[in-house]
């Protein structure tokens, strides 16, 4: 199964996000967290994204969302250096992760789940 994991300046945010995309991925898409600093405080870290990376990973793939900054940054950098089966989702974080989810809970590859989080960038609110 493909794994999400969600990149954020906030341990708090990046929990939230997870916790909505868990519910709409029905309880089996496995969606991971790397937010804040390793001190616990507002930042990114590389360390943790890699330590979600693997927690989240199934052998599928990972599909990494980010908020914005240095979050999206961090994820880059760590895509680059990784073996080509963890991609960016360039994808609104909240939607991204609800679409991505719903899709890995359906056991579709990396390539689906990573085209339902960018497709949530059409989707409008109003």
Not at 10 to 28: C, D, H, I, K, N
């Amino acid at each position: 199964m493909v794994g999400l994991v969600i990149v954020s300046h906030s341990r708090v945010l990046a929990e939230g996000v997870a916790e909505v995309a868990r519910a709409m991925g029905v309880g089996r898409a496995v969606v991971e967290c790397a937010g804040g600093d390793t001190g616990g405080g507002l930042g990114t870290s590389i360390d943790l994204v890699e330590r979600a990376v693997r927690a989240a990973d199934g052998g599928d793939g990972v599909v990494l969302l980010a908020d914005l900054g240095s979050s999206v940054l961090t994820a880059k950098m760590y895509v680059e250096g990784a073996d080509g089966k963890v991609v960016l989702a360039d994808a609104p974080l909240v939607e991204g992760a609800v679409a991505a989810a719903s899709m890995a809970a359906t056991g579709a590859g990396l390539d689906a789940v990573l085209a339902a989080a960018e497709s949530a960038r059409d989707h409008r609110k109003t």
